[in-house]
């Protein structure tokens, strides 16, 4: 049986490199992307075994093309593949445009190591459409009852 496949796209090697070890073992990485454009290239152009990844975990910020833009393109060419949107901080701006950009998540970078590789697999399994993920919420929560002391 065929693993669903996937490209990263993160201008940060370390972040990009991370994420594709995080999926690996669920997911066959295609492609590893260092802008939005290479990205759109990337998707348009695989291998005849891969024509449509399945999948994309793309950073919001990058050069050339931010997430939102590389999103757009994607889906203006027809491809099916899933795209997450995946960013430094839970914005809620950037939550909206998620939504209004048909990306099927958002999922925040900060989140703690032991939940973000739970937050992409539920994205990539399309469990839900926005991931805050428990240790972020738990930590304001938990910041709210117990402010700082001054």
């Given at each position: 049986m065929r693993r669903p496949s996937v490209i990263v796209a993160d201008d940060d090697d370390y972040i990009r490199d991370l994420v594709a070890r995080m999926v690996a073992t669920d997911y066959e990485v295609v492609a590893l992307a260092r802008n939005g454009q290479q990205l759109v290239d990337m998707a348009k152009n695989l291998t005849p075994d891969h024509a449509i990844p399945d999948h994309a975990i793309v950073d919001i910020s990058m050069?050339?093309?931010?997430?939102?833009?590389?999103?757009?393109?994607?889906?203006?060419?027809?491809?099916?593949?899933?795209?997450i949107l995946f960013t430094e901080k839970m914005n809620p701006i950037y939550v909206t445009y998620t939504m209004e950009h048909r990306a099927i998540a958002h999922v925040v970078k900060t989140a703690g190591a032991e939940d973000l590789p739970l937050a992409l697999r539920a994205a990539l399994d399309g469990e839900t459409s926005v991931l805050s993920t428990t240790s972020v919420q738990y930590r304001l929560k938990r910041a709210k009852r117990n402010p700082v002391p001054e």
């Open positions: 050069p050339w093309l931010n997430g939102f833009e590389a999103l757009d393109q994607i889906k203006e060419s027809g491809l099916t593949t899933k795209v």
